[in-house]
Antibody
Framework: EVQLLESGGGLVQPGGSLRLSCTAS????????MIWVRQAPGKGLDWVST????????YYADSVKGRFTVSRDNSKNTIYLQMNSLRAEDTATYFC?????????????WGQGTLVIVSS | DIVVTQSPGILSLSPGERATLPCRVS???????VSWYQQRPGQAPRLLIY???SRATGIPERFSGSGSGTDFTLTISRLEPEDFAVYYC?????FGQGTRVEIK
């Protein structure tokens, strides 16, 4: 059974930093692209970042480019999202998700999310 | 930039009724890039449909997807109580705003 467990969320001041982690189990982690998606309170889903299986290629939403960095450690079955220069509009639940592995961009497994609140 | 539009934002239906949820993409896209998710309150999203019309593992047959080009549809043939939730259309990395299916 695929399991994804996010951690690292919390309250941070504007301009601060936070690092999220997502630890995976139940599949061959290194062969799958992984994704971060966020959801502001009461709002819809918002793609944040994608990292390929080797970690060699990463993608970012324009809203976080230059501030967030995605990485992975395949020896620990974990992906990370380093978030710097945080803004109030970054307040959201952050989900990590596993790419299905097909030709599209769909995610077939999701964690339960970790809440990030950016506020003074 | 591509825009994904889901309208209406809210669909009020009764259990047993058929639900038809449209998703419009601002330019023609490959069907491979379109997927649908269900999100119940307090839960993570769940993949229902990928490649516009393929059901994900474990998804009941009452869920079906169709469409091509710019117009795609998620259909729930007969609403069960657990189907009242928010549904998101995704094209590539872009999510629509979602359609809430609520009990009438």
């Amino acid at each position: 059974e695929v399991q994804l467990l996010e951690s690292g969320g919390g309250l941070v001041q504007p301009g601060g930093s936070l690092r999220l982690s997502c630890t995976a189990s139940g599949f061959t982690f290194s062969t799958y692209t992984m994704i971060w998606v966020r959801q502001a309170p009461g709002k819809g889903l918002d793609w944040v970042s994608t990292v390929t299986g080797t970690g060699a290629t990463t993608y970012y939403a324009d809203s976080v480019k230059g501030r967030f960095t995605v990485s992975r450690d395949n020896s620990k079955n974990t992906i990370y999202l380093q978030m710097n220069s945080l803004r109030a509009e970054d307040t959201a639940t952050y989900f990590c998700a596993k790419d299905r592995g097909g030709s599209g961009w769909e995610s077939d497994s999701w964690g339960q999310g970790t809440l990030v609140i950016v506020s003074s | 930039d591509i825009v994904v539009t889901q309208s209406p934002g809210i669909l009020s239906l009764s259990p047993g009724e058929r639900a038809t949820l449209p998703c419009r993409v601002s330019q023609s896209v490959s069907s491979i890039s379109v997927s649908w998710y269900q999100q119940r309150p307090g839960q993570a999203p769940r993949l229902l449909i990928y490649a516009a019309s393929s059901r994900a593992t474990g998804i009941p047959e009452r869920f079906s997807g169709s469409g091509s080009g710019t117009d795609f549809t998620l259909t729930i043939s007969r609403l069960e109580p657990e189907d009242f939730a928010v549904y998101y259309c995704q094209q590539s990395r872009i999510f629509g705003q979602g359609t809430r299916v609520e009990i009438k």
